[in-house]
């Protein structure tokens, strides 16, 4: 008899649990067992033990059942797992559950590829044959508010989200990639108007060229210094590259080398909205390869077909968001992860709780690849770490094509005139001369919502949400204010609650009311607004990019969506409403926030074309992270803050452990808290640590909970944190109801 410790799959509890098997089980395997009042639940072998060191005075239950008599991971994959589950004190079975979430309980034979898909080809018997669909492309013509009502297979809902991600894939791809039967599903999609048909021709405004871009001398010597400084086993690099400076065009070029080893490239993006164009791009660049897309967002049969694509080694580069660092790719050879700085890569809303950069970064230590990390824009830490030599700095300073940083204009709204709260001439002045010139306007907002809150004229009674600690915002489309924590929504009325006067009054605005003021201020021009109310999903967001690349409008209102990354050529005007809106948040990474926000969407200007210009309009156009934008100087920025980062005691000179409790009644989610901090405290007898708090969170109560914040502040001495760690995890009784966020990208959440 052989016995193993396990990990039980969606468990909260950071620990093993022990059970036997006649069978001798490799570590990440998956197994049934028995566990609890589940009569059948999922877990994975972790390592197998000698019976003497199983737990005393217990019965061990044997494996119910074996579905992975050898792992579908290899020793790395498995070693990422068993590190993010200790360097994050997280439930070993939720850590585990991100790899093998796709296939549940399932064998992976249950998703292989067929390969005989592409010999039934020629039985079809319709109308639509394969001759007259040959070189055609397929277009999605309905939003998914109208799919909703409309009876679609699970088989066309792939096909439909497998057309979002790969706009050119003709009819042999199509079936290729989801091992279809039948081309039955496209013929009714067709015939319901889901999809139509149209020539290759008939699309304009592609976003890339497929002939391979002659590289600038700065490129090519960025190109030859990371293999030079990777051969010498510098594994971690940092590409710092203004915007437009080209640094996609590198990524490509050291992927082109790995490719031709035979190797698998990861490339990560912080969202799902970039991944279109990233896409054409890479599709472009690198045609015949196998290139897969990877996220959450994906239909549960695409991500198991991407897992059996990398399981098998079939797929040659990898796009996705931070989840696709769990897909296991037996190749791997290089990864890239572009817009570094951007806080989506962290998950810190729901468990685990992890960092993909770190992962990353531990991942590329275990196999022994490098990694790219590059950012117009880098975080803090991440361009301390280069400063002091422990990752590889590369930097690109100029555009190519002699193309130049937007001119920036710096808009001091506390002394000059606005219209509606939010418009000042030189705005309008900006938007009229770009229109001129044949060009496209950006205009940055930093919510969405018509008004930031309503309050009543009368008596100023504001609405707040019953369930969390935050006014409700209102939605003029909808007529309804709403909830953007916990999606609470009630309609909008005039009668204030509180004094029963017709005086509730909309105040602040958000991205749907700056798209109606400029409606009434430019009736001919035509306007979209993206935000997530306009674009809640993929589809709509690539529907979106399409009317800008195609020229079908003039002025894009958006929020945060529109600064990250992407590339329109005939953008010649960016403006950052209320540009210091984040800049005063009571948290340490505020200003760094504000800085790279203002950096990024300028980028969004003059990427193709000269004398583009940038507008912020501010109330603190003095304030480090706004002056520094100005003048598109990142290295004076960082300058800057490091400093204060050095005085305040913050990352990257001290770490961070974030705890919290939450619970319906106010005085037990604060009590936890306190009885862990007793019990710190009385441990704490070298001074380990420094615990501020537990203070109220600043946003106390959110989805009807009420929540209280600790901080544990420690040297950056990895024999130190560990030591935190220990002591942190004698302490596990205390920690049941409590989160723990190593690392946090907010103090304030």
Not at 423 to 448: F, P, R, S, Y
Not at 450 to 463: R, W
Not at 528 to 554: F, G, H, M, S, Y
Request: charged share 25%; net charge positive; with cysteine.
């Amino acid at each position: 008899m052989f016995y193993y410790q396990t990990a039980i799959s969606n468990n909260p509890l950071r620990t093993y649990f022990t059970y036997s098997s006649e069978q001798e089980l490799s570590s990440g395997s998956r197994v049934i067992v028995n566990f609890g009042r589940k009569t059948r639940q999922l877990a994975y072998i972790i390592n197998r033990i000698n019976k003497e060191d199983c737990p005393d005075g217990i019965d061990i239950k044997e494996i119910d059942e074996i579905i992975d008599y050898s792992a579908l991971i290899d020793e790395d994959y498995f070693n990422i797992l068993t590190w993010t589950s200790d360097f994050y004190l997280s439930s070993p079975g939720k850590v585990f559950d991100l790899v093998f979430k796709t296939l549940g309980n399932s064998p992976l034979d249950t998703f292989s590829k067929n390969d005989s898909s592409q010999n039934t080809i020629k039985r079809y018997n319709t109308k639509l044959t394969k001759s007259s669909l040959r070189k055609k492309r397929f277009v999605v013509n309905a939003s998914l508010k109208n799919l909703s009502n409309t009876k679609i297979t699970q088989q066309g809902m792939d096909i439909i989200q497998y057309l979002l991600f790969y706009p050119d894939a003709d009819l042999q791809e199509i079936i290729h990639s989801l091992d279809m039967k039948t081309i039955t599903p496209i013929q009714t999609l067709i015939k319901n108007n889901v999809l139509s048909v149209e020539n290759y021709q008939e699309r304009n405004g592609s976003l890339s060229d497929p002939r391979k871009v002659n590289l600038s001398t700065a490129q090519k010597m960025i190109v030859e210094d990371f293999f030079k400084a990777s051969n010498e086993g510098t594994l971690k690099h940092l590409l710092y590259g203004i915007t437009g400076s080209g640094k996609t065009e590198v990524y490509f070029e050291i992927m082109e080398k790995i490719l031709s080893q035979g190797q698998q490239i990861l490339f990560m993006l912080p969202e799902i909205s970039l991944t279109p164009q990233i896409i054409k791009r890479t599709k472009a660049r690198f045609p015949g390869k196998n290139i897969a897309v990877y996220h959450s967002n994906l239909t549960k049969t695409l991500r198991r077909k991407v897992f059996s694509q990398a399981v098998h080694s079939d797929i040659d580069i990898l796009l996705g968001t931070r989840s696709s660092i769990w897909v296991p790719l037996k190749r791997l050879g290089f990864i890239v992860v572009d817009e570094e700085h951007d806080e989506s890569f962290m998950q810190s809303e729901n468990k685990p709780v992890y960092d993909a950069r770190k992962v990353v970064s531990k991942l590329s230590e275990l196999k022994g690849i490098p990694v790219i990390f590059g950012s117009a824009t880098p975080s803090i830490e991440s361009y301390y770490e280069a400063s002091t030599e422990k990752i590889h700095l590369h930097t690109l300073k100029f555009r190519p094509k002699g193309l130049k940083l937007p001119d920036i204009s710096n808009v001091n709204l506390s002394k000059i005139p606005v219209i509606k709260g939010f418009l000042t001439n030189d705005v309008l002045k900006g938007i009229e001369e770009t229109i001129k010139k044949d060009a496209q306007c950006m205009i940055l907002t930093g919510k969405k919502g018509f008004a930031s809150y309503v309050t009543c004229g009368v008596c100023g009674y504001t609405i707040k949400c019953p369930n969390c600690d935050v006014s409700l915002t209102y939605h003029k489309g909808d007529g309804d204010l709403r909830c953007h924590y916990c999606g609470y929504s009630q309609p909008f009325i005039y009668q204030c609650p509180s004094c029963s006067n017709n005086s509730l009054v909309p105040r602040g605005f958000g991205s749907e009311r700056v798209e109606e003021q400029l409606q009434k201020l430019f009736p001919d021009l035509r306007i979209i607004r993206i935000d997530r109310d306009i674009a809640p999903n993929t589809q709509e967001l690539e529907k979106a990019w399409k009317i800008i690349e195609r020229r079908e409008v003039d002025i894009v209102v958006g929020t945060r969506m529109i600064s990250k990354g992407l590339d329109f050529p005939d953008v010649q005007l960016v403006v950052i409403l209320n540009a210091d809106h984040m800049l005063y948040f009571p948290d340490f990474r505020s200003t760094e926030r504000t800085f790279s926000l203002i950096h990024q969407m300028s980028g969004r200007a003059g990427r193709a074309r000269k004398e583009a210009k940038v507008i912020i309009q501010s109330y603190s156009p003095e304030e480090d992270p706004i002056r520094f934008a100005e003048r598109n100087d990142y290295e004076s920025f960082y300058n800057s803050e490091i400093q204060k980062r050095h005085q305040a005691e913050y990352p990257p000179f001290k770490r961070i452990i974030l705890l919290e409790s939450k619970d319906t009644d106010s005085d037990k989610a604060f009590e936890r808290l306190e009885k862990l901090k007793e019990r710190l405290n009385e441990q704490n007898d070298t001074a380990l640590y420094q615990i501020l708090g537990p203070v109220e969170a600043f946003l106390k109560k959110l989805s009807g909970k009420y929540r209280y914040h600790m901080l544990l502040k420690i040297d950056n001495d990895n024999d130190i944190i560990k030591k935190v760690k220990t002591i942190l995890k004698q302490n596990d009784k205390y920690l049941s109801e409590i989160s723990i966020i190593i690392d946090p990208i907010r103090t304030i959440i």
